[in-house]
Nanobody, 127 residues
Framework: QVQLVESGGGSVQAGGSLRLSCAASGYIFTWNNCMGWFRQVPGKEREGVAAIATNFGNTGYGDSVKGRFTISKDNAKNTVSLQMNSLNSEDTAMYYC???????????????????RGQGTQVTVSS
């Protein structure tokens, strides 16, 4: 049974930084899959934020966060982290950790939900 547990959300002023972490259990990082983050605001479609291939570490980012967010993984700890810098009010959302066979589905898919996701952690950026 795969479980994903997020941590690190909170409130920050515009221009600040936050670091999100996702701890995965029941899953081995060297398997050929993808982990990442998407975010969602009530009433809007989910938006892919970042993704990383669990075997080779290839990364991808949503256009709105490129250059500001960095995703990384720690195979030994079975964790994926998202460093978020230069936050602005448009980054306010619920952030979900996701696991899926496809990084493209985490980053760009809207019709098909990721195979696994966590409960989410709220990020609020005030101006």
């Amino acid at each position: 049974q795969v479980q994903l547990v997020e941590s690190g959300g909170g409130s920050v002023q515009a221009g600040g930084s936050l670091r999100l972490s996702c701890a995965a259990s029941g899953y081995i990082f060297t398997w050929n899959n993808c982990m990442g983050w998407f975010r969602q605001v009530p009433g809007k479609e989910r938006e892919g934020v970042a993704a990383i291939a669990t075997n080779f570490g290839n990364t991808g980012y949503g256009d709105s966060v490129k250059g500001r967010f960095t995703i990384s993984k720690d195979n030994a700890k079975n964790t994926v982290s998202l460093q978020m810098n230069s936050l602005n009010s448009e980054d306010t959302a619920m952030y979900y950790c996701a696991l899926d066979p496809s990084c493209a589905n985490i980053l760009h898919g809207t019709a098909t939900a990721p195979k696994y996701r966590g409960q989410g952690t709220q990020v609020t950026v005030s101006s």
